[in-house]
């Protein structure tokens, strides 16, 4: 199955994990900024006409398992056959890990600069 995966900071506090395959593109996001409370995370499926997706939510460290399960269940609803579906999700874990590392990486950074301006002039 031809298929190609990336992880990357899509601009100032945003991590995106991005897989491509022959299934449609597997998406998950988590959104940081100044004043947020807490990182916004969501997560989507595209394929052709058929696509869903959902907010995770804030303050969740979603397991890799149920994010798995999340992709896997929207891809069944678009008549992704079983084996097809496995081929696409394969090695998500490792690089859903790696997407929570920056994540956390980029929470911080955030809660820094926050605290940075709030001491200014003090």
Known sequence: MASASSLSTAGKGAVLLTSLALAGALLET?????????????????????????????????????????????????????????GVLAGIEPAYALTLAWSRDAERATAAEAAAIANYGR
Do not use: K
């Open 30 to 86: 988590a959104a940081f900024w100044r004043g947020n409370d807490g990182r916004i995370q969501s997560m989507m499926v595209e394929r052709g006409d058929c696509g869903n997706g959902e907010e995770i939510g804030r303050h969740i460290l979603l397991p890799a398992r149920a994010l798995r399960g999340m992709f896997a269940r929207i891809l069944a609803e678009c008549a992704v056959p079983p084996a097809r579906i496995r």
